[in-house]
């Protein structure tokens, strides 16, 4: 399971540096969100093609039944 990020603590000034660690850290995680929902979406990865694979042959068995 992949590890998730976790944003580093506010302070009460303004830091720059925080700014910019928070800000590609959230650019990070939306990243890779959409590269595994468009990997889901497309069917490419294995775990994916194989789920939907399954779910489409035991549709097919309860409407012949």
């Keep these: 399971m992949a590890r998730i990020p976790t944003l580093p603590a506010t302070s009460q ?3 720059a540096e ?3 660690v928070s ?8 990243q890779d969100a ?3 929902i468009d990997n889901a979406q497309n069917k ?4 994916s093609s194989l789920s939907l694979r399954r779910f489409q042959f035991l549709l097919m068995g309860a ?3």
């Excluded at 800000?23 to 939306?30: A, D, G, I, P, Y």
């Excluded at 490419?44 to 775990?47: E, F, V």
């Design 34 to 36: 959409f590269v595994q």
């Design 44 to 47: 490419s990865d294995k775990t």
């Design 23 to 30: 800000r590609r850290s959230t650019e990070q995680f939306l």
């Design 18 to 20: 925080n700014e910019r």
């Design 63 to 65: 409407s012949n039944g």
């Design 13 to 15: 000034e303004y830091n």
